[in-house]
């Protein structure tokens, strides 16, 4: 299947250390382990514009959400760690959202911002990070196109994934 296409293979498992083993992907012609992180970014002052999705399984300590396709904006770093470019793919895909788009439009931020990890072959090989931005619905149909090269819009497949 496509990107993030994560599909649960262990939903009735309620060993947490297990179902993070399990909640692994492959991607791709290499096979990767890929790790899927779901970032809920939290703001006081306004209420965000959420993707929508669908609970499929609630557990304890997790739900299971099912995802529909979308559009959402992205960027790659390639590094040996995840704290190590964090701000700076939060920040290049902000300035997507601020104005540095073919429109110049201002988007609003959404929930939530994810980030794919695909490891790198060993502990000294960089991993790629990649950060995404769901974009609005009133942008879906037609999102203005990034001016920064290293940004782009991405056509998500329906996908599924725990939270917690």
Do not use: H
Not at 33 to 49: Q, R
Not at 103 to 109: F, H, K, Q, S, T
């Amino acid at each position: 299947m496509g990107f993030l296409s994560c599909l649960v293979n262990n939903t009735k498992n309620t060993n947490l250390a297990e179902q993070d083993q399990n909640n692994q992907c492959r991607y791709g012609s290499a096979m990767k382990t890929i790790v899927v992180f779901l970032v809920l970014v939290a703001y006081t002052k306004a209420a965000v514009e959420e993707t929508p999705y669908e609970v499929i399984e609630t557990a304890a300590d997790y739900e299971i959400r099912r995802y529909p396709q979308r559009k959402w904006v992205a960027t790659t770093l390639e590094a040996l760690s995840y704290d190590s470019v964090t701000n700076a793919l939060f920040q290049t895909l902000f300035q997507y959202i601020d104005g540095g788009n073919s429109e110049g439009a201002i988007i609003p931020m959404t929930a939530p911002v994810t980030s794919l990890v695909a490891p790198g072959a060993s502990t000294e090989s960089p991993s790629t990070f990649t950060m995404a931005f769901y974009i609005p619905e009133e942008f879906q149909a037609s999102p203005p196109s990034p001016t920064n090269p290293n940004i782009f819009i991405e056509d998500r497949p329906e996908f599924e994934l725990y939270s917690r």
